[in-house]
Every structure is written in structure tokens, then in C-alpha cells.
């Protein structure tokens, strides 16, 4: 099974906030207040093997996995000391009606629809992926639907009684990572050209409470996947918010976008990961420093 959102979260993000450019800081009660880590113990990767014997049940206050159609995942969801299945089943009807396959969420005798016709309508094709996530006392299934012309989004479903009551819809998002404290959300931004950035949200659940995203959502999203930008001439940028001077920087030196604010502030850094300073993308010059 691909891992790919159950690695270690350190202290990027939280960086990548506190040197925001220009006056565009970030409140204090909106920071991330701590290192965000994904317990590695907690983490088991499940087999291809569909055999019960090969299936591995997830323990801990906080899990994750992502439910494929080639096998039956096994967690104990309510901590009753039994082991919970979940799966994705064919919804036929849905298939034949739209005219590719078309998965509803099992879990243990329970079937859930995830889909209206308005999601079908909107994504014409969808290429969708399901994650399921356990903390505390809670359990919830995301889903993340690309579809058509680049239309993105993602869907929070809380486990009730092993039916989902869905919770909180981000359209334009797809998921890039869940940990213990954040959900991570992946958009495009268009910028010198398209770049992937990621919001960060509070992932909350207990007895009492559904997910819910901090009312202060994070104002700096950190770039992922970032590509090289080459400059054409010789330039200092703007310092930011960390106090230290820029670098020079020469032609043909490759810098790297770090992260991206709402005012349209871009942090670069050199290929070893050291700050050399942020540009505003709205200048008229902005295009034109780089090849």
C-alpha cells in the first residue's frame, strides 16, 4: 500500500508561517503551537494478500489508512477488543447510470453512498481516493475526488454506527496528508506558472466534537512538490520576517518557491533549503527576474 500521507510532519510549516513577508504575520493564536508528528509505531501497512491471517489490525489513539478495491482493511474502530472491516464495494447502479466504476464505503455490514448526482454532474469523470482516519474516539472517512478540467475536492465524513454522516466539504482541495494534529490539503495557485500549495487545518475529534477547521485557518501554505526557478540576472530579494539579510543571488542560480501567503508573497529557498528571501508575485518586474 502507497504510504504517501503517513510520513513525519516537523516543523516546516510553522517556519514557513513565523518568515511570512512584508507586515502579513500570523496571529499568534493561529500558529501551530507544537512539532506535528505521525506516531510511527501506530502506523502498520497493511498487505496486498486479501487473507485474513496477512491483514493487520491498526492500534493507537490516532491511525490512518487509505482503503483501496483490491482488499478488506481490518481496525478496531470502537475499541470493543473486535476487529471492524472496511472496504470499498461496486455500487452498480451508479456504474451503470454514469459509465465508470462508481465505489461506495463498507464498513462491517454497513454500505454508505458518497455521492449525489450533483457530484456527478459537477466531475463529469471522477478519480477519487479514500482515506480513513481514527483519533481519540472519533473515526472518519475523507474523500478526495479529481475530476474534470482540474475541479478538485475534498469531503470529511464522521463514523456514526458504522454509517457516515458527512461533516465538512473543501471544494478546490484534494488531500495531501492527515496527521494526529492537522489535515493537510492540497490546491493549485496560479502564480508565474501553476504551483501546489497546502492549507493546513486543525483535524479534531473526540466524544463530543465532529471535524471542524480552525476558525483561523493558516494565512502561509507551504509549497509541495516545488519546482526550480532560474534567474535571468543578478538580484537580492526581500528580506523577511526572520531579521536576516538575503543573499545575493546570481544568473542562472536556481531558487525554489517554500511557500505561498494570501497577498501573493512567495518565499524562496536555495537548493539546501536555506531562506533566500521572498518576492511579491504581484510586482510588475516579478516575471521578468526569472527565465
Excluded at 476558525?215 to 512538490?225: C, E, H, R, S, Y
Excluded at 526550480?228 to 523577511?240: E, I, Q, W, Y
Amino acid at each position: 500500500m502507497k504510504r504517501k500521507f503517513l510520513q513525519t510532519i516537523t516543523l516546516t510549516l510553522a517556519m514557513s508561517l513565523l518568515s511570512a513577508c512584508g507586515t502579513n504575520q500570523i496571529p499568534e493564536d493561529e500558529q501551530p503551537s507544537a512539532e506535528i508528528e505521525t506516531p510511527q509505531d501506530d502506523t502498520v501497512e497493511t498487505p496486498d494478500s486479501e487473507d485474513d491471517s496477512d491483514l493487520q489490525s491498526q492500534e493507537g489513539d490516532f491511525f490512518t489508512m487509505e482503503l483501496t478495491t483490491d482488499k478488506v482493511e481490518k481496525a478496531d474502530i470502537d475499541k470493543d477488543g473486535q476487529d471492524d472491516e472496511l472496504s470499498l464495494v461496486l455500487n452498480e447502479k451508479d456504474t451503470s447510470s454514469y459509465g465508470y466504476d462508481v465505489y461506495d464505503v463498507k464498513i462491517n455490514d454497513q454500505t454508505s453512498s458518497l455521492f449525489t448526482e450533483d457530484d456527478f454532474i459537477t466531475f463529469m469523470t471522477m478519480d477519487v481516493t479514500y482515506y480513513f482516519a481514527h483519533k481519540a474516539d472519533s473515526n472518519y472517512v475523507f474523500v478526495s475526488i479529481e475530476g474534470d478540467a482540474g475541479k478538485r475536492s475534498t469531503s470529511v465524513f464522521k463514523v456514526e454506527d458504522s454509517s457516515l454522516e458527512k461533516v465538512q466539504e473543501f471544494s478546490g482541495e484534494l488531500v495531501h496528508e492527515i496527521t494526529d494534529g492537522y489535515l493537510y490539503l492540497k490546491k493549485e495557485v496560479e502564480c508565474f506558472e501553476t504551483l501546489e500549495v497546502a492549507d493546513a487545518y486543525y483535524f479534531t475529534g473526540d466524544e463530543s466534537s465532529d471535524f471542524e477547521p480552525e476558525a483561523g485557518m493558516n494565512k502561509a501554505q507551504t509549497i509541495i512538490d516545488a519546482k526550480p526557478f532560474t534567474l535571468k540576472a543578478d538580484t537580492k530579494l526581500s528580506m523577511d520576517e526572520s531579521g536576516e539579510e538575503p543573499k545575493q543571488l546570481k544568473a542562472g542560480d536556481k531558487i525554489y518557491p517554500s511557500y505561498y501567503d494570501e497577498n501573493g508573497w512567495i518565499g524562496f529557498e536555495d537548493k539546501d533549503g536555506n531562506s533566500v528571501g521572498c518576492l511579491d508575485v504581484n510586482s510588475e518586474d516579478a516575471k521578468d527576474l526569472f527565465e
